[in-house]
Each structure stands twice: as structure tokens, then as C-alpha cells.
């Protein structure tokens, strides 16, 4: 006999009706995770410890996504977002959520990952958990992007709007400031606008593939000050557009490079293939761990500076160099690790892909006079079979996906002694720290997560590990 109570769940259990929700937890995603009866409800918008009335959006047997229709009882974590659009935009997830529990949320993201994925529990003698470091936190939560990239449109009465989509929609919440970006960036972000509006030049339309103009691209050197202006375009018939980046640099001072990258592809990818300097600089200078490094507008360079520093510091203690190793740094990208660790090493190797990275990194070693230091063009799987140094230390630094299997298959061929893997992911870290434990080749010891994303759930993270002694 099913129950009155069971009946009414299952009653309730349909794409548009009202639910009451207790949050319980925080997902990857950002959403926050509840119970209804036996099974599991995704909410965007709230916070363990909320109470609340929730819509069902998508509804499948055992979970649904809902969204927050009224909240019951607030959670003590539960913040006033710094931002009056956070709410609608999705370029924040947890402006909501106190900082202190974001970071808790942030770290059991880690640990879970390590347990579930992993296999590392207490107390296992063949995978124990290591030790997972409190958070790295930097001085700011906010205010601390060194890049940001802007989709544009148009208004219904014909304004250029720049701006983050809507959580969930493509519909452009328009802005003239953001309190995560660096606030040096929001006159631009303002009055940029204005000029295109003037300009009258078309906006992409991504449903008819029409219109020229598509992203508004700026970025910083916390350091330095220095910033670039790019625009992404489909092409680069825009009349007017080297007279109005010259007056771009004459009206900021601090502006020292004004660019358009050309995107004439249907895709989702925000910069094509080709960028063009319009006026001044094609790069800006940035001071990181002691060297300079010159950053274009379509670099990887991690947009929280002073924490991606902090990092480095910590990799560079837990290694002790004492001068006479090689070290291998794969997915190096223009050399922000690489270079610094270079200065400590007998020789350091960089492979990466992109061979615009590659020749920027090689621009950035000649800049800080490093001269032991060797960038290879090519994917790493390829390139790491293929060297004759015998490495003690190999840095890995991949994109989320994480590492090919074949890396993880050389590195247990190489056996170098210790092996330092940084990541934006942590289920895709955990998996490859299993693959690279098996059999005991080795130990992870220690892993320190890092808050490079205030106000999303997005977190990173490096694991050490060393090769077992022999048995």
C-alpha cells in the first residue's frame, strides 16, 4: 500500500509544479543540491541551509532542475550580492553566498572528487587521501579579473549593449560596470559603447549569422596598469574603425594597444585566428613573479594575477630546487610557470600546442634573459615520448579535460621523481591521479586547492606527488 505522503510526491513530481526544497549541499555547476521525497533537485540561486518553494524546470525520474520561486527561510550563509543584476546575469554564481562558505563549498568540491573519482579515502593503505590544504584565498574577492570578453547586441530601441547572457537564455543583461573585473576596466566598459553606438556599425546577430560586430575584449596588468581594447569582428570593413582606436588611446592614458580579432566562423568560440593592431601596442606588459611578460589580446594568462603568484610560491616550496634539475612543463602555454621555475633549475622544457604560445614564450625568455629554458611547438602526448633530458620533475598543467591517457603512460614510463599537476578541474584531476597511483608508482601527497574564481563555483587546484620508493 503506498502512502498518502508518497502518493502526493508523486503527484508532484512534474515538469511546472511548486515544491518545497531544503538545500543540503552546493554542485560543481553552483546550483544548490535538495531532496524532494528520494530524489534530487538542482536549484540555481540558493545556498545550503535555504528553505524554499522551487518550480521544476526539467523533470526526469530520479532528479529535476528547478527554479527558486519563493524563499522560505533564508540560509545564515546567505548574502546580499554585491551586484544589482546578479540575479539575472550569468557571469557569477554564488554573489549570494558568503565568502567564507564559498570557499568551504570549494574545498569539499576537492575532497569529494579525490574520494568518489579518485578512489583516495582515510585510511586506505593503497590510495590514502593526502592531506587537502585549507583554501587559498587571495586579499580581494572581488575586483580581481585582469581580462574580461563581452558578447554585444542591440536593444529594442537600437542601443549597443555589452554585458553577460542571462543564466540559462541568450538574452544579454546589459552593463556599464562589473564588480569583478578590475575596476580600472569600467569607464571603458561604459563609454566604449557609446562610440559604437556612433559609429553605427552592425552587430552580429548569432541566429542569422549577420552583423559585424561580435565581442568587446578588454584586458589589464595589475601591475602595470597597461590595458588593450580588442574587438572581435566577422570582418574587417568597419569604416572609421584605426581613427576611432587612435582617439580610444589618446582618451585613456593607461590604454596602450587597440586591436580587432576576425571571427567570421558560426561558432561559439569568441576569438578567430587573425588579430590585427589597429593603434599602439600589440601586447601589454605585465609584471609576474619578478619578470616581465608581454600579453596579447588572445593570450591564456590566468585573470586572478596575484593568485596564480601565489601558487607558483607555493609549488616552488613544496619542490625545493636546489639548481640542478630538469623540469618539464607541460601545456606551458607562454611560460607563466616556466619561466619563474626556470630561474631555480639547470634546465626547464616547455611544450605546448599553440604555436602562437610558444613563440610568445620564447618572446618572454629572450625579455627576462632566460637562457635555459626550451620551448617546443606540439601536443604534449607527442612531444614528452620524444625528449632526450631525462626529467626529475614534470609540471602538468593541462586544459579540463585533463591530461590524454598516453601522457599518463609516459610519465609511468619516465618515472620522474615528482610530479606537480595543476587543475581547473577536479574531477578530471582525481581521475588522472588514480590513473597515475595505480600499481604504487606514486604517492600523492599533498593537495592545495585555490580560490582563482571568487563568486563562481569554479575552482583550482595543484597535487604533488612523488615516485614510491622501491619495495
Request: charged fraction near 20%; proline fraction near 5%.
Amino acid at each position: 500500500m503506498i502512502s498518502t505522503d508518497a502518493t502526493l510526491l508523486e503527484d508532484q513530481w512534474r515538469q511546472g509544479e511548486l515544491v518545497e526544497v531544503t538545500i543540503t549541499d552546493l554542485s560543481d555547476s553552483g546550483d544548490g543540491v535538495g531532496r524532494f521525497g528520494q530524489r534530487v533537485v538542482f536549484v540555481p540561486d540558493t545556498v545550503t541551509g535555504d528553505r524554499a518553494l522551487i518550480r521544476l524546470i526539467r523533470v526526469k525520474p530520479q532528479y529535476a532542475h528547478g527554479k527558486l520561486h519563493q524563499l522560505l527561510e533564508a540560509s545564515p550563509h546567505r548574502i546580499r550580492p554585491n551586484c544589482i543584476v546578479a540575479d539575472k546575469c550569468g557571469g557569477c554564481q554564488w554573489q549570494h553566498v558568503d565568502y567564507a562558505y564559498q570557499r568551504e563549498a570549494k574545498r569539499n568540491q576537492v575532497i569529494q572528487a579525490l574520494e568518489r573519482i579518485g578512489s583516495f579515502h582515510r585510511g586506505d593503505e593503497v590510495f590514502p587521501l593526502p592531506v587537502v590544504d585549507p583554501m587559498l584565498t587571495g586579499t580581494e574577492s572581488l575586483g580581481y579579473r585582469n581580462k574580461v570578453t563581452y558578447p554585444l547586441a542591440r536593444s529594442s530601441v537600437g542601443q549597443v549593449q555589452a554585458g553577460y547572457y542571462q543564466k540559462g537564455s541568450h538574452q544579454l543583461i546589459n552593463l556599464n560596470q562589473c564588480p569583478i573585473q578590475d575596476q580600472r576596466l569600467n569607464p571603458l566598459l561604459a563609454e566604449v559603447k557609446q562610440d559604437l553606438h556612433k559609429r553605427g556599425w552592425s552587430i552580429y546577430n548569432e541566429k542569422l549569422h549577420r552583423g559585424k560586430l561580435r565581442h568587446l575584449s578588454l584586458r589589464i596588468g595589475r601591475r602595470t596598469g597597461e590595458m588593450l581594447l580588442t574587438l572581435v569582428a566577422t570582418d574587417d570593413h568597419l569604416e572609421g574603425i584605426e581613427t576611432q582606436a587612435q582617439a580610444w588611446l589618446e582618451r585613456y592614458p593607461t590604454l596602450v594597444g587597440v586591436s580587432l580579432n576576425l571571427n567570421p566562423d558560426r561558432t561559439n568560440a569568441i576569438f578567430g585566428k587573425q588579430t590585427h593592431r589597429l593603434a599602439g601596442q600589440a601586447f601589454l606588459y605585465e609584471e609576474f613573479a619578478g619578470l616581465q611578460f608581454q600579453i596579447h589580446p588572445t593570450t591564456f594568462f590566468q585573470i586572478y594575477t596575484e593568485q596564480a603568484e601565489a601558487i607558483l610560491q607555493i609549488i616552488l616550496a613544496e619542490l625545493n630546487l636546489q639548481g640542478n634539475e630538469v623540469v618539464v612543463d607541460a601545456y606551458s602555454g607562454i611560460g607563466t610557470l616556466t619561466l619563474p621555475i626556470a630561474q631555480h633549475v639547470q634546465q626547464a622544457i616547455g611544450l605546448e600546442i599553440q604555436p602562437e604560445a610558444v613563440e610568445q614564450a620564447r618572446d618572454n625568455a629572450q625579455l627576462n634573459r632566460l637562457e635555459n629554458v626550451t620551448f617546443l611547438a606540439g601536443a604534449v602526448e607527442a612531444v614528452l615520448p620524444t625528449l632526450e633530458a631525462k626529467p626529475h620533475i614534470v609540471l602538468l598543467d593541462p586544459p579540463r579535460k585533463g591530461c590524454e591517457a598516453s601522457v599518463i603512460a609516459t610519465l609511468q614510463h619516465m618515472q620522474p621523481a615528482q610530479i606537480v599537476y595543476v587543475s581547473c578541474n577536479p574531477a578530471t584531476l582525481a581521475r588522472d591521479l588514480k590513473l597515475l597511483c595505480t600499481d604504487q608508482q606514486y604517492q600523492l601527497t599533498r593537495v592545495q586547492p585555490a580560490d582563482f574564481f571568487p563568486q563562481t563555483a569554479h575552482v583550482e587546484c595543484v597535487a604533488f606527488l612523488k615516485k614510491s620508493p622501491p619495495s
